[in-house]
């Protein structure tokens, strides 16, 4: 069974730093694109920051460039998100997502969600 899951989030003060894992069990994900996605209250769910499959590319929404990191353990199966410089905007449920995509199908996963707090 495929199941991803998120660690790592919690409160914190304004312009402190936090490091998300989301370690994916159940095969192989080195050949997925993983993903950071967040949703605030009220808010629609947004792309934080993607992954290619072998860690050569990376894509991060505006807001967070210069301030977050993605990065891949593909030895571990695990994705991690080091958010330093925090503020109260990124407060939102943090979710790990693998997708891939192959002739005649797709696959897609979501974890559970962690929560990140940030105070001012």
């Known amino acids: 069974q495929v199941q991803l899951v998120e660690s790592g989030g919690g409160l914190v003060q304004a312009g402190a730093s936090l490091r998300l894992s989301c370690t994916a069990s159940g095969r192989s994900f080195s050949g997925d694109a993983m993903a950071w996605f967040r949703q605030a209250p009220g808010k629609e769910r947004e792309t934080v920051a993607t992954?290619?499959?072998?860690?050569?590319?990376?894509y991060y929404v505006n807001s967070v460039k210069g301030r977050f990191t993605i990065s891949r353990d593909n030895a571990k199966n695990t994705v991690y998100l080091q958010m330093n410089s925090l503020k109260p905007e990124d407060t939102a449920v943090y979710y790990c997502?693998?997708?891939?995509?192959?002739?005649?199908?797709?696959?897609?996963?979501w974890g559970r969600g962690t929560q990140v707090t940030v105070s001012s």
């Open positions: 997502n693998a997708a891939r995509i192959w002739i005649g199908g797709r696959s897609n996963y």
């Open positions: 992954i290619s499959g072998n860690g050569e590319y990376t």
